[in-house]
């Protein structure tokens, strides 16, 4: 057995990044892994619920097979929240993963499995999936680099849905020159995803961003020591010969809402198809009604959270209630794609911290109302809500535990920002925990 | 939310709660919309769209083809006799 397999055995046992690993490694390939809301032949993919238990998918997923055609082999599928309907990666049927910083805390979430495997294993790249932050918030909190492309730049053929309009393929790894090799590798257009047929052709070098836009509104309710490690930064970014400047988004305290909203919506008329026979196998009282055979299912497999979001978007969408919330989301979300032009028009990047705190103790995470939780993803909201790029990258410790540091371009303009994350690299050393497997 | 409109919207979305639930989701619930109601002062217009880029249709031609085996599909099923079996429907 060979040292990297070690380590993906290791992450799994003790850091628990994995549901599922390969029996063997090939080590004349690169290795990655697939979060489970990824279809990949030969595995199961359970999304993190129990009503999928027992689904095996006969495919890949577009991104699966594109990295397995570049000569990548898929060495496991990484936890998850329940089709990623969480901040820390605790709503999940198959195991909460648990921090390689310090596993009495979290991962961050939804694609808490892929944080930690992308920093406990070295040259790994990770499969992540980004809804409101599913990529930036498990990349801060395990102290990687994690890309969320532009909304249709990766095509989501194969994806376990949450919300259409806002789900996005990217990927997590110690180090962002990792990233943009495997990104041009995924990205492209795939006619089974219509979305991802509208993109602009991804050519040529990124371009160093001249100047960071930071919005004075995404500074307000941090915890003290992130905004002192982000200030650094600024400081670091602004040696490099950066333009920093603080600007006005006063449309970001929408945001919150208008993605609750839409995701929850989106989420509650995708999770109609898990009746128990058409994904997953329910053989028992088949002498029911469908109706009720139907509704026991959902009620017996789906977990807390996903109930919650499930009640939130029915009700959103019902008659009344629709023109109120649904449609004046899209409405909001259209006004901060104007707003995140008006900046883009001055400035190449907005750059914010990644979480508004270190990664939390689990038992922490047990007090906390979801209403609370669902605070935890305001910087990371704006950008998935509007389909804009970002890449979250490490930019200081805090007693040991890694601090995210955000940046977001504008539409198709992953490249810059890859750009971006290189150069801060080449400025800032990244620390990653030691483990003797 | 009152227990009517929470009862009728997990009926809507096909799910069996218990009282303890109902009396928990309506409260988490109201709090959420509640912490949401500043929507409502936000200067949005009329337009929007249902997705935050344009999109375009993508045909191909109609010609018949298989992607996959029917029997790794119907693998993934309760089949009796070659018939998916399920629940009954009246």
């Given amino acids: ?437 | 939310m009152d227990r009517e409109t929470i009862a009728r919207v997990a009926k809507v979305a096909r799910l069996n709660l218990t009282e303890e639930e109902m009396e928990r989701y309506a409260k988490d619930l109201d709090d959420i919309l509640n912490s949401f109601s500043i929507m409502d002062e936000a200067p949005a217009g009329d337009t929007y769209s249902f997705n935050p880029i344009p999109v375009v249709d993508v045909l191909r031609e109609d010609e018949p083809g298989q992607d996959l085996d029917p029997q790794v599909l119907r693998a993934q099923m309760g089949t009796y006799e070659d018939y998916v079996r399920g629940p009954r429907l009246s």
């Avoid at chain 1, 198959?94 to 991962?107: A, K, M, Q, T, Y």
């Avoid at chain 1, 498990?138 to 909304?151: N, Q």
């Avoid at chain 1, 495997?182 to 993109?199: E, L, N, V, Y």
């Avoid at chain 1, 053989?283 to 996903?306: C, I, K, M, P, Y």
């Fill in chain 1, 1 to 437: 057995m060979s040292a990297t397999y070690d380590l993906i055995r290791y992450a799994q046992s003790k850091h628990r990044a994995f549901t599922e690993i390969v029996d063997d490694i090939d080590d004349t390939k690169f290795h990655f892994s697939a979060k489970d809301n990824l279809c990949a032949d030969g595995f199961q993919a359970r999304a993190g619920s129990a009503v999928l238990d027992g689904y095996r998918p006969p495919f890949d997923a577009t991104p699966v097979r594109r990295l397995k055609q570049a000569g990548g082999q898929l060495v496991g599928k990484t936890t998850m929240d329940e089709f990623g309907f969480g901040t820390f990666s605790t709503n999940s049927a198959h195991g909460v993963p648990l921090n390689p910083f310090d596993p009495e805390r979290s991962c961050g979430g939804s694609s808490g499995g892929a944080g930690a495997a992308a920093c406990l294993i070295p040259g790994h790249i990770a499969l992540g999936v980004s809804t409101g932050g599913s990529i930036s918030g498990p990349a801060s909190f395990c102290g990687v680099v994690g890309l969320t492309p532009t909304y249709g730049r990766v095509s989501r053929y194969g994806l376990i849905d949450y919300g259409n309009s806002l789900d996005k393929v990217g990927l997590l790894s110690r180090s962002a020159s990792l990233i943009a090799k495997h990104f041009r590798t995924i990205a492209g257009p795939d006619p089974k995803d219509p979305t991802s047929c509208a993109q602009p052709v991804l050519s040529g070098k990124g371009k160093m961003p001249g100047s960071l836009a930071v919005p004075k509104e995404a500074l307000q309710n941090l915890d003290p020591s992130i905004l002192t490690s982000f200030q650094d930064a600024l400081s670091r970014f602004k040696e490099m010969g950066v333009e920093v400047r603080e600007v006005s988004m006063p449309s970001l305290r929408y945001s919150l809402p208008a993605y609750y909203i839409l995701a929850t919506s989106e989420a509650s008329t995708n999770l109609a198809r898990y009746c128990g026979m058409r994904f997953g196998r329910r053989e028992e009282e088949l002498n029911q009604h469908f109706n009720d055979f139907f509704t026991g299912v959902r009620s017996e497999s789906f977990g807390d959270e996903a109930k919650r979001r499930i009640l939130l978007g029915t009700f959103c969408r019902m008659v009344g209630f629709r023109s109120r919330y649904y449609l004046k989301s899209l409405a909001v979300r259209q006004l901060l794609i104007e707003e995140y032009r008006r900046v883009f028009g001055d400035h190449d990047a907005v750059v914010t911290p990644t979480m508004p705190f270190v990664a939390p103790r689990f038992e922490e995470i047990g007090r906390m109302k979801p209403l609370e939780m669902y605070g935890a993803d305001v910087l990371t909201v704006p950008p998935n809500l509007t389909g804009m790029p970002h890449i979250s990258v490490p930019c200081a410790y805090v007693n040991g535990l890694p601090v995210g540091m955000q940046m977001v371009a504008d539409h198709w303009k992953e490249l810059d920002l890859l750009e971006a994350a290189s150069a801060w690299e080449r400025s800032f050393i990244y620390r990653f925990p030691e483990v003797s497997p």
